[in-house]
């Protein structure tokens, strides 16, 4: 019990409140990465992550390479949904491309080794007369993993886009390709997890100070249990040392 108490209070919740699917990502994730996570229940099916307190810092680093937790995008449902009041076709169409962006971010997100992904859509009003139809267009931006090229998927990527946008021809979709900026490759996470704490003993770093405050609790208690038997030894000397009561 002391040393579940004592767990308990290394730990330091790193997200709150997330469903389970997001949870057990972020669980194998971190997991494959050496680190010392840990997935409870908050109740109305949702969880919480926490890890040691001294691995806090190397876990969002973690989960931010491997672009977790997920950009919570608006569906098409929840931008539209009915308020009671009555919008201007103006208000009307900048919802309706917020809304059709984040659909066709949400599905390159899908794509494997794409950490984010964002499309800003163009589509001009009709033009008045004698002005000039400008074409729409569209530039996505996606967020690669380190050490992953996807530059043999720009032009599906442009072919995906243009079919999923109405009026947007092919050649009118820009793509840009970031690698995110790798941090500790799993090799030495794995070798710095290990902290060397007597000649020939190893224990993962997130448990060196349970290890320490669990020998310190058995040290006082090994204490108190010497000086416990020394004072009763005492008392049981002076009893026998005691002089023989004199008979009534």
């Known amino acids: 019990m002391c040393a579940a108490l004592l767990l308990a209070a290394c730990q330091s919740e790193l997200y709150s409140n997330i469903t389970e699917s997001e949870a057990n990502e972020m669980l194998a994730v971190l997991l494959q990465h050496g680190l010392g996570a840990r997935k409870t229940a908050a ?10 307190e001294d691995e806090v810092l190397r876990a969002l680093q973690v989960l931010r390479e491997a672009g977790l937790p997920r950009t919570q995008r608006s569906t098409m449902g929840q931008v539209f949904a009915r308020s009671g009041i009555v919008s201007s076709p103006f208000e009307e169409r900048i919802r309706f491309v917020y809304a059709l962006g984040e659909e066709v971010s949400g599905t390159l997100e ?5 950490l984010a992904a964002r499309v800003h859509i163009v589509l001009p009003e009709e033009p008045e007369l004698g002005q000039e139809l400008r074409p729409s267009s569209a530039a996505v931006f996606l967020k690669q993993r380190s050490n992953t090229d996807l530059d043999f998927l720009i032009p599906q990527v442009r ?3 243009s079919n999923a946008i109405e009026g947007v021809d092919y050649e009118q979709v820009s793509v840009t390709l970031v690698e995110a900026q790798p941090f500790d490759s ?48 005492m008392r049981v000397m002076r009893k026998r040392g005691a002089p023989p009561k004199a008979m009534p």
């Open 43 to 52: 109740g109305d099916e949702r969880f919480n992550i926490s890890v040691s």
């Open 159 to 161: 072919r995906l886009v």
């Open 186 to 233: 799993p090799v030495s996470v794995q070798t710095a997890a290990l902290s060397e704490v007597l000649p020939g003993l190893e224990v993962h770093a997130s448990s060196v100070r349970l290890l320490y405050l669990i020998a310190a609790g058995l040290l006082s208690l090994l204490v108190l249990s010497i000086a416990g038997n020394a004072i009763l030894a």
């Open 110 to 114: 899908q794509i494997d080794g794409v």
